[in-house]
């Protein structure tokens, strides 16, 4: 293997950089590492202290419920698998960790004793088969959307349906305080080998946890204050200085006063060839296929908000220490990744700004995502997420599969999921190619609009790889049948009237004939023809009393919509 030195050599100088701090920030933190305190009570990270508050203003929301289905069909032991989530529960202090108001107000994370772990079972196999398949999901989405109580737990949930001889419904919910998405792959690694040791009446195979999530949290409450804090926190309030807080995109409904967090799902593939042509090009701008996807999602988010200042979030695991990778714990990070897309420069130009901004927030993720929202005072609204309501995520590695010895186990989609943001993008890179989905809120927008969405998403990266140095303005974004739409179709708008009447006198013609018909909508509100003509006629009398005549302007104001 060849040495430090000559694997840096063969990077780019930023990456050299990139590599060089990452190795310097492990040397330091080796001398302040988690450590076992053994103590019952702990101070909250700046994660859950996050979600503590947000509870708080929205007690039993399903926003952060994380919940997962799986099918499992085999000679199932039902008293072996709930022995081996027990040991899970007994092993992990998070999933027995409650929340409540330490001294002074301030909330504190306690870990409750380890006890008896109960599988809530079912039996809907005397069902008729439709029956029995619809009721299945409905109870596992009502499990999935069930409320957490934070301050008497517990925040993990574990519910068994048997379906029929050798086939159950296995619902799985945590609240997002005390789990992430690696620690559903940590809590798969564990459950597949207690169950099959446990089976065959073994003791547990797996070693004890060396450290606990409680641990870390203190340590990061410890470590992360005074210049360790300041200097990353003044790099992220320089990087989103005058960012806009809200980034709006062209809807199918208008933002609601409050998220229901209703969401929907839409499938992207893109084939092993393009992704090949698209490594090719961010190589050629020493950048990463993150990178590049990351830019041409914003390149689409612009397409569809008309913002040139685009804020994306992208998810970090948080486990920069090796003593934390095996806990069942809430160490997942967000980074708020800025692009600026003024000027219409090429897509090329865009990725080089793109990496750039990047390797900066890589170099600063220390920061825990809330600590920067306290940094930055965002106008807080129910109607939306703070900083970022768009995310983007790409992942190398499959997530770890639940396996059970002698059984075949599958992931059920369920309908009611949830979601945080506006949309989301979420890749998986493959051999094959690249598949993930859109996740979007149902508040917003309708699945054919996502769909529509995901196959402007696909043709933006087809034109990229032909052509990168393309201005973004003129990447494909349509199809043949789309242009056509929008070409031929929406801006035929010859119609035949009177050409001697003018415009007033026309509408007034249409509020004498159709009175009480429709003339406009928005939201919740309808205006008829007769009552439109009124205000029209109000407002016509208003400005000639103040001396409004023919081809005299007029300003006009109103609330953006």
Not at 189 to 203: D, I, W
Not at 383 to 392: E, I, K, M, T, W
């Amino acid at each position: 293997m060849a040495d430090l030195e000559t694997l840096l050599a063969e990077l780019s100088p930023e990456r050299r950089r990139l590599l060089k701090l990452q190795l310097e920030k492990k040397k330091e933190a080796a001398n302040r590492a988690p450590v076992r305190r053994g103590r019952a009570e702990a101070p909250l990270s700046a994660g859950q202290s996050r979600l503590w508050f947000l509870d708080r203003l929205e007690p039993g929301s399903p926003r952060y419920n994380s919940p997962i289905a799986l099918r499992v069909r085999g000679p199932l032991d039902a008293e072996v698998l709930e022995r081996a989530l027990a040991e899970v529960v007994r092993r992990h202090e998070a999933l027995r960790t409650v929340f409540r108001a330490g001294e002074g107000g301030e909330p504190v994370q306690v870990v409750q004793p380890a006890g008896a772990f109960s599988l809530a079972r079912q039996d809907l196999s005397g069902l008729d088969a439709e029956t029995r398949e619809a009721e299945a999901l409905r109870l596992a989405d009502v499990e999935a959307r069930g409320p957490f109580d934070l301050s008497a737990g517990p925040l993990f949930r574990a519910r068994l349906l048997r379906l029929g001889e050798g086939d159950h419904l296995l619902s799985l919910s945590m609240h997002h305080i005390v789990t992430d998405g690696w620690s559903m792959g940590v809590l798969f690694q564990e459950l597949g080998p207690l169950y099959e040791a446990f089976a065959r009446g073994e003791p547990s195979p797996l070693p004890e946890l060396a450290i606990q999530y409680p641990d870390f949290a203190a340590w990061q409450r410890e470590t992360l204050s005074g210049e360790a804090l300041e200097r990353p926190l003044a790099w992220w309030r320089e990087a989103l200085a005058g960012a806009p807080e809200v980034l709006e995109l062209a809807g199918d409904r208008p933002r609601p006063a409050e998220q229901s967090y209703r969401g929907g799902r839409v499938r992207v593939a893109l084939p092993h060839d393009l992704s090949e042509r698209l490594r090719e090009v961010a190589r050629g701008e020493s950048a990463t296929l993150f990178m590049l996807l990351l830019a041409a999602y914003d390149v689409l988010l612009w397409r569809w908000s008309g913002e040139t200042d685009v804020v994306v979030g992208t998810p970090m695991a948080g486990r920069t220490r090796a003593e934390v990778e095996p806990l069942i714990g809430f160490f997942v990070n967000t980074l708020a990744l800025r692009a600026d897309l003024s000027g219409d420069p090429s897509f090329r130009e865009l990725l080089v700004r793109v990496r750039h901004a990047t390797l900066g927030a890589f170099d600063h993720q220390e920061l825990p995502f809330e600590r920067l929202v306290e940094a930055l005072h965002p106008e807080r609204s129910l109607s939306y997420a703070p900083v970022v309501q768009a995310l983007f995520a790409l992942q190398t590695s499959l997530p770890t599969e639940f396996r059970l010895p002698g059984m075949e186990t599958e992931s059920v989609r369920l309908a009611g999921s949830t979601v945080r943001y506006d949309l989301e993008l979420l890749l998986w890179s493959r051999d094959e190619g690249i598949t993930g989905t859109f996740e979007f809120a149902a508040d917003l927008f309708d699945a054919a609009t996502v769909e529509r969405m995901a196959a402007q998403y696909r043709r933006l990266l087809e034109g990229i790889a032909a052509a990168p140095d393309t201005p973004i303005s003129a990447l494909p974004l349509l199809d043949e049948a789309e242009a056509a739409m929008v070409v031929e179709v929406w801006n035929a708008t010859s119609s035949a009237y009177p050409r001697d009447a003018t415009v007033p006198a026309l509408f007034a013609e249409q509020a004498r004939e159709r009175a009480d018909a429709t003339a406009l909508v928005f939201g919740a509100d309808r205006l008829t023809y007769a009552e439109l003509n009124a205000r029209a006629n109000r407002l016509a009398r208003v400005l000639r009393r103040r001396g409004v005549g023919p081809d005299t302007p007029v300003g006009l104001s109103a609330e953006r919509s």
